[in-house]
């Protein structure tokens, strides 16, 4: 049953590749393969805690790739290694045939997480300018200023992060994540600490901003809503060890509004969705 | 804590210092006429007009001009050297251990039983200015460490993720951390400093605040011995309060 269930993954993993392939026509250095990827926690007193358990998953270049599942199921912990800022303990992890730390000495990874993580000292000129200069390249300012825009916030360039509302912020932090244009876009609860108006008008805006050029991204969500509406697929992690349970490509036709999630289409996936994320949760063991 | 700038505050915080230092002074004057401790604690007036007649108040002023530049230096010095060993900690993990070994080492150490060998070392003249960075230094350091231990762990993953170098992530993100947490050390160390350069002026400067405390203790200079605290005591609160005003308008200016 459990290998099976790979099969259809990987089956539809390299489906859903194929069309991305046909329709971006190129990008297909962006690939992320996962294989048997598996992350052991040691705690103290030889304990262990298995946070990731075997996934397999091929993530094609241009792909926008939801990870969904109950709190603590290790939806991060795999972000993380897909970002370098973990290590797989079995298993392994290539983008574009590299490994994420290969990766990262290329600055092809862009990551924004929950905690925005701007520097409070800078505006939001320089702080969309940092990773530039975290990598010793000369500021690309047009580049700076069209992010500032893309984001809307060209008004802001000065203002300083304590000046900025938390969605602002976090729409800053999507630009410095976006400013080197990297070949991945890690987002971790981008919008997790907004309130739910907030948050649905900044999807609407990711989503906007994603369509403009497409990048191979992986979010990390507890909203389903937020998952359908941005994703190309999205997979519904299992509690403790964390494994797909589920992958559901999503064929809401693109470019996505609000008034998608109004549509029939919409609901039914939400529904469906939503239904699979109570059962794992249920069947899971008591924590 | 950020004061703010509407004048009504202003006067009433300057309303409590006056109250509050009055009230002080006036216990001090009322102690001193009816000599309740001795002839150690004279009337402040006494103190005060000893330090105006003319003699007193250059040879005062003389001193402490001298005491201030050795402490000034000093701080400098010791503010610099903490802050480099801490940043070069940060560059270099693997010497970070036994840097903070050596700074704790040194910072274990007397100044008392320093002196001597100061004084050997560096000589009468540059010793006030050693015991005053040594008494700076540490307290630097260790404030420059705690700021680095404050850099978030967001912080801290961007740099992972971006493949940042030790230096870059120092000058970018590590090092702007740091700095309210650098500004707070240099706070506590401006009167260290003040009495770090008294101190080494004890073990035989030519001149200074530490060498009038010295003789003025030998010939039973009341007068002498408390116009010299004070203007030692006046050092270290001038030095706290520019770091302080510093603190308030600089670093919310940067972005704090």
Redesign the interface.
Known sequence: MMSNLHDVIRLEGFLSRQEVCMEAGNQSTSDIVLEGVRKRFELAKGQVIDAVEHVDLNIAGGEFIALIGPSGCGKSTLLRMVAGLETPSHGQIKIAGQTPNECIKQQKLGIAMQEHGLMPWLSAWDNIALPFRLAGLPVDIDRVHELLALVGLDEFANALPKQLSGGMKQRVSIARALALEPQVLILDEPFGALDAVTRRLMNNELQRIWSRKPTTTILVTHSVEEAVFLADRVCLMSPRPGRLALVEPITLERPRSLETMQTAEFRNLLAKLTAALDEVCMSAPAQ | MYVGTCPVNFISEALKWVVGLGMLFVLWEVAGQQSWLGKALPPLSSIVSYAMEPRSYELLMRSASITASNALYGFLIGSIVGWAIACSGQIWPPMKKGLDTLSTFVNAIPLIALGPLLIVTVGEQSTPMATAALAVFFTVFVAVLGGFERV?S??D?????????RW??LC??EF?NA?PSLIDGLKLGASSAVLGAILGEWFGAPAGLGVLIVSAMQNFQINLLWSAAFLGTAMSGIGFFVLALLQQKLLPR???
């Open positions: 978030p967001v912080h993953d961007v740099i992972r993720t971006y493949g940042v170098t870059r992530a970018f993100i702007p700095l940067l972005g704090w």
